[in-house]
Each structure stands twice: as structure tokens, then as C-alpha cells.
């Protein structure tokens, strides 16, 4: 007689009286083995009472017996490599739909049902939610466990950092961004958003990691400004899409309303000469030539009306565009590095020439107003440029490269990591592809043999390659990075009708550890500057065993409903 066994598992997450699936995988492989084995010998062999043994064999008989399974299929999902797909499938469901997407648990069993997984995992969401929860924290713990150790391995760098708040829930949500990797420095929530909230923020964010903040990027929000002037003492650079904003508002709708009426005019003007116009047996009279000739006139007149104002609507947008085309370091046709001096001379030549559309279209004081408020916006960005161009003479000082090191670096090396990296912000394609070719033939230029930097050792060479790099990194124009992930939490509240602290930190870590780039890297990759540990797997290794579904009821043939019994 088999000796009695406990069903204790070993693995204490899995709960009392239930052995892992995983063991259960192994042993009913081990068991249904065509050896000379006895059913109480493999009993014996793998320590588990042979009456368990022979419940597990039942029920996967029971699975086998199913018509609308393949048999394949449930001997596969029943052995231990079906079983690692299985946890693998499900973990992938959980990061995919319900942390990188905005999905609940309602989704992730939709799908489990529509692949037919719900005959071996349990699929309602009393099942699912604690398998979330397990989840999330577990990515809290991911961080707290590696990103000390990353941080201990990182090289000193200056950063800059992108600010703003979302308001998706009771509590601010302050989210602060290194836009050159992305990296999510702050997401959390707080009472209050003033300075001294956002100065305690940013230091808890940066904490233990050898960065140094040298510049913040926001919409001008008074709390923000504060911040960087009092509190961390830092410069500030305004968002450049949000002046535009403040900028246009005003004129545009003034410049839109001529445009409507003008086709409504030459709409009328068209309906009057083509009633006139009418093929007619009779000769017509004079008179109804003369009117037929002035509807025609009439006609031309409107047209070339809505020409002009829509010509002056498209001129005012042009030179809004135009700020940001010119609001860079470096020249955008030749690449060459630009004064601050020279681009306040180009974005002010774009408000001399709006100004000059607002006045021919008499838009009159609103609009006035919005350009003369715009001058000292420009002002502050100028300031920027000249404060990037002050920082980037004491990165090459630091270097004590020659002067002839020097010059390469500034007109060639600084401009081709510049516009490397701004080459993905551009409009079109053909602007794209223009920027990316010509930031490799200046990286080229810098590096090619028989000049300057030629000369430098290999470890002098990575040195220069990385301080140009991170400082052409520096100058921010835009809050676009954070601007983008308060959309996508505002997707998670709307899906999810609210966000918690716990869920949030998961969302941050999926944001800088898992979501990868075109190129493969995370944004932990991108701002450490050396790989962590990869998160899917980490995360796989500490799943809790699954649950397995109900034992399904049996229905009636004609009402679909469970017998009783």
C-alpha cells in the first residue's frame, strides 16, 4: 500500500493543499510515460500519493474528451512546456493590455476565451486581480531592487528636466521627464503643485544617481518657475509649443472669419453667373449681357478676394512656423552653429512680418496685443540659446582639447549629435531624411582622418563623443515628452476609472524598463547608459502559479442553461 503523503507544495505563494502547476506538469508527464513502471511505482518515484496521481490523469481525460479542443493542444498546454508557454501568455496579456495599454481585466478574459486558454487558466477577473496585484507589485520591487545598483554604475551627467502636472484624478499628478532618454524621473502624486512640492519632487526623483540638474523645460506655470529660480537655482526654458499656442489664438480666428465669408461670397457670385449663364433659344438682350458680364466680374472679384485672405492666413501661420524653424543652436540648412545674437535677428524678422499681416488685415488690439506679448517670449528664447552656448564653451574647456579639437567639435561634432537627434521631430519625411544625412556627413567630417580629433587616444575619443552628445542634449525646446505621457495616463484613467499610487509606480516602471524604441532601447538603457536586467523575465520568475478554471457545468442542449440537480 502506498504510504500516505501531504499535498503540501513546496512553493509557499501557491497557497495550502494545492500543488504547483508546474510539479503537476512534471509529474503527469512522468506518469503517463509508456515504461514498465507501475502506477504505484511512479507513485512512489515522485512522492505524491497515487491517488492524486490518478485525479490529475481523470481531468486531463476529461480535457481530451472536450470536442472543441485539439488533442494536441491540451497534451501540449498539459505538459511543462505548455505550462511556461501558459504563465508566459498570461504575463505578456497582463503588461501588454492592462500596463503599456489602457485594457481592464474585462479584455484580458475576452481573450482568454476567444484563444480557448480559459479551459486551463481561470479567466474571471476574481482570478485575475490578485495575479494584477501581484504584478504591480512586483515591478515597484524591480526598482527598488535594481535601480540603486544602476545608478551606483552611472556616469556623473548633467540633465535637463521636463516638468508638468496631470489632473486625472483628486490629486495632482506631478510627472518630470529627461527628454534625451525619456526617463521618467518623477510621476506621483501630490496636494499641492508649488515649488517647494515640485523642489522635494525632483531631488527624491534624482536621488542617488550621480546627475546634476542644470536646466528645467516647462509651460511657464508659476510653481515651475519658482522652482527652478529659487529652488533649485537653475535656468528655465520655456515650451515653445505652448507660445506658439498664445501666439496664434488670437489671430487666427480673426484671419478665419474673412475666409468664410469671402466663399460665401463668391459661392453666391458663382449660383448668380451660372443662372445667367443659361443656355437660351432667343438672342439675349443687352441688358442681359451687361448682367451677365458684371456677375462674371463680380465672380473674379471674389475669388481673387478669398485668394488674398487666405494668402494673409497662411503668411501668419508661416512665420509662427518659422520661430520654431529658427529656434536652434544651429543653422537648419547648413548646420552650422548660430549666436544667440543672429537668432534673435531671424525671430525677429518673423514678427516684423507678422506684425505687418495683423495690421494690412486690421485685426485690431487683441491681436496686436498677442505679437507685442510675443516679443519678450522671443526674448526668453534667445536667453536660452545664449545660456546653451555659455555651458557648451565650459563642457569644451573641461575637455583641454586644442583650439583647432576645439573648433571641430563646436562647428561639426555638437551639430551632427544635434541634429541627429532632431531629425525624428521633423515635419516631412524629405526633412527627416535631409537632417539625418546631414548630421552623418558632419559627424563624419569631425572624425575623418587626418584631422584633429583623429590624433585623440580611444578613451579621449568616448570622452569627447559623450560630452558632445549629452551636451547637445541639453538644449530643450519643447515639453512635448511629458505632454505625451499625460495623454497616456489620462488613457489609463479613463479606462480604469481611477489610478493608484501602486498602479502608477507600475506604469512608471513598465515606462522605463520595458517599452523599447525602434532601435531596442529602454529608456533605463538610454539614461544609465548600460543594461538592466531584463524586466519580462524577472517578472516571470516570480509569477504565482495560476489558477485553474471551474470545473465547467453541464448545460441543456435546448436552453443553454445549467440542469439541476
Not at 485594457?103 to 481561470?122: H, K, N, P, W, Y
Not at 546653451?388 to 583647432?404: C, I, K, P, Y
Request: charged share 25%; hydrophobic share 35%; aromatic share 6%.
Amino acid at each position: 500500500m502506498t504510504p500516505p503523503h501531504c499535498s503540501q507544495p513546496p512553493d509557499p505563494r501557491t497557497g495550502p493543499c494545492r500543488w504547483p502547476r508546474a510539479e503537476v506538469a512534471k509529474a503527469i508527464d512522468h506518469f503517463c510515460q509508456p515504461d514498465p513502471q507501475s502506477h504505484r511505482q511512479c507513485a512512489q518515484h515522485t512522492g505524491i500519493p497515487r491517488s492524486t496521481l490518478d485525479h490529475w490523469a481523470r481531468r486531463d481525460q476529461a480535457a481530451l474528451a472536450d470536442p472543441q479542443l485539439h488533442p494536441d493542444l491540451v497534451a501540449f498546454l498539459h505538459c511543462p512546456a505548455g505550462e511556461a508557454f501558459l504563465r508566459r501568455v498570461l504575463l505578456a496579456a497582463l503588461t501588454t493590455f492592462c500596463l503599456r495599454g489602457a485594457a481592464g481585466l474585462r479584455l484580458v478574459s475576452a481573450f482568454l476565451r476567444q484563444t480557448q486558454l480559459d479551459r486551463f487558466v481561470a479567466c474571471s477577473r476574481g482570478a485575475l486581480h490578485p495575479l494584477r496585484a501581484h504584478l504591480e507589485a512586483d515591478l515597484a520591487a524591480f526598482q527598488h531592487q535594481h535601480q540603486p545598483h544602476l545608478a551606483q554604475q552611472m556616469a556623473p551627467r548633467r540633465i535637463t528636466v521636463v516638468a508638468d502636472e496631470n489632473f486625472h484624478g483628486p490629486d495632482n499628478c506631478l510627472v518630470a521627464i529627461e527628454p534625451v532618454s525619456n526617463f521618467i524621473l518623477v510621476e506621483r502624486y501630490a496636494q499641492r503643485r508649488d515649488a517647494d512640492t515640485w523642489q522635494r519632487a525632483i531631488l527624491e526623483g534624482i536621488k542617488g544617481m550621480p546627475v546634476e540638474v542644470v536646466q528645467l523645460t516647462s509651460d511657464q506655470a508659476t510653481g515651475l518657475l519658482c522652482c527652478a529660480e529659487k529652488g533649485l537655482r537653475v535656468a528655465h526654458s520655456p515650451d515653445l509649443f505652448h507660445g506658439q499656442r498664445d501666439l496664434l489664438s488670437p489671430v487666427l480666428l480673426p484671419l478665419q472669419r474673412p475666409i468664410q465669408e469671402a466663399h460665401k461670397q463668391l459661392q453666391k457670385a458663382a449660383e448668380r453667373t451660372e443662372r445667367l449663364d443659361a443656355p437660351d433659344e432667343e438672342p439675349q438682350s443687352d441688358d442681359e449681357l451687361i448682367a451677365l458680364i458684371e456677375a462674371v466680374r463680380q465672380q473674379m472679384k471674389a475669388e481673387r478676394h478669398l485668394e488674398e485672405v487666405s494668402q494673409r492666413k497662411q503668411e501668419a501661420v508661416e512665420q509662427v512656423r518659422g520661430i520654431a524653424d529658427d529656434y536652434h543652436p544651429f543653422d537648419r540648412q547648413t548646420g552650422m552653429p548660430v549666436t544667440a545674437q543672429e537668432v534673435g535677428v531671424r525671430l525677429g524678422g518673423h514678427l516684423d512680418r507678422l506684425d505687418e499681416v495683423v495690421q494690412q488685415a486690421g485685426l485690431g488690439q487683441r491681436a496686436t496685443e498677442a505679437v507685442c506679448r510675443c516679443r519678450g517670449w522671443v526674448g526668453l528664447l534667445v536667453g536660452c540659446v545664449g545660456w546653451f552656448w555659455g555651458l557648451a564653451q565650459a563642457r569644451l574647456e573641461e575637455l583641454e582639447l586644442s583650439q583647432e579639437q576645439e573648433q571641430l567639435v563646436r562647428q561639426k561634432l555638437l551639430p551632427g549629435h544635434y541634429w541627429e537627434a532632431a531629425a525624428g521631430r521633423a515635419r516631412t519625411s524629405e526633412e527627416r531624411e535631409r537632417l539625418t544625412e546631414m548630421a552623418s556627413k558632419l559627424k563624419e567630417q569631425a572624425w575623418s582622418g587626418g584631422g584633429a580629433l583623429s590624433e585623440l587616444s580611444e578613451e579621449e575619443r568616448g570622452r569627447v563623443q559623450r560630452v558632445a552628445r549629452e551636451t547637445a542634449g541639453l538644449f530643450s525646446r519643447s515639453s512635448s515628452c511629458v505632454e505625451g505621457r499625460n495623454g497616456r495616463l489620462s488613457l489609463q484613467h479613463h479606462g480604469h476609472s481611477r489610478v493608484s499610487q501602486r498602479r502608477l509606480v507600475a506604469l512608471t516602471v513598465i515606462h522605463n524598463y520595458l517599452v523599447e524604441r525602434s532601435d531596442g532601447t529602454t529608456a533605463a538603457l538610454r539614461f544609465f547608459n548600460q543594461k538592466p536586467p531584463e524586466l519580462f523575465g524577472w517578472l516571470l520568475d516570480r509569477l504565482p502559479d495560476l489558477p485553474r478554471p471551474a470545473k465547467k457545468r453541464r448545460e441543456t442542449a435546448a436552453q443553454g442553461i445549467p440542469e439541476r440537480e
